[in-house]
Each structure stands twice: as C-alpha cells, then as structure tokens.
C-alpha cells in the first residue's frame, strides 16, 4: 500500500504564512512529480503547484511570487510554503504523487487525504 499524509493546515489571518507537509509512503519504487492540489467549497479541485524529481516546478497564477513547492527526494517528500495568504487561499489541499510500486508497475496518481487551509480575520 501507499500512503500520502498531509500536515500543517490549520487557521491564519489574512497575510500570514503556513508551511504544508507531505510524506509519501509504502510500498514504492519511484516518485515522478509531485504537487499540491487545493479544493475550495462549491468549486473543481485545481493545481496549485508542482515539482519533479529534478526540481522543475510550475504554479498556479494565482499563487506565483506568493508560494513556494519544495521536496526532499531521499525522504519522499514534498513541501508547500504559503506566504502573504489572502481568504481566497481558503481550501482543502490536497498532496498528490505520480509513482510507481514496482519497477513495471504503471505510473499512478496518489492521493492525500487532504488537509483544511483557512485564511481569516
């Protein structure tokens, strides 16, 4: 089996900052990319921001200049700083892996099991 486990969510005013966790574990070969993903009430998940083995990463335009994705590669890994949050930022986020089990196993999305973001006054 594989495990996603988030952390850090919680509670922050307007302009404040969280730092997200993510550990990857289990039965697992080799992570490709990974990335945060975030859900708010009414609306379609959507991509926040990703990274690969390599380091590339990609955001989404609303959060560029304001978050930054990391991951630790030997540990499995992966980090989401959250600065200058503003309420528009309020959502279930979410930590996603693209990964293989076994060395001819298929590429597979992995889910979290999501962690709640509230920015408020």
């Known amino acids: 089996q594989v495990q996603l486990v988030e952390s850090g969510g919680g509670l922050v005013q307007p302009g404040g900052s969280l730092r997200l966790s993510c550990a990857a574990s289990?039965?697992?070969?080799?992570?490709?990319?990974m990335g945060w993903y975030r859900q708010a009430p009414g609306k379609q998940r959507e991509l926040v921001a990703s990274?690969?083995?390599?380091?590339?990463?990609n955001y989404a335009d609303s959060v560029k200049g304001r978050f930054t994705i990391s991951r630790d590669n030997a540990k499995n890994m992966v980090y989401l700083q959250m600065s200058s949050l503003k309420p528009e930022d309020t959502a279930v986020y979410y930590c996603?892996?693209?990964?293989?089990?076994?060395?001819?196993?298929?590429?597979?999305?992995?889910w979290g099991q999501g962690t709640q973001v509230t920015v408020s006054s």
């Open positions: 289990g039965s697992i070969f080799s992570i490709n990319s």
């Open positions: 990274i690969t083995t390599g380091g590339s990463t």
């Open positions: 996603n892996a693209d990964l293989r089990r076994t060395p001819r196993s298929r590429w597979s999305a992995y």
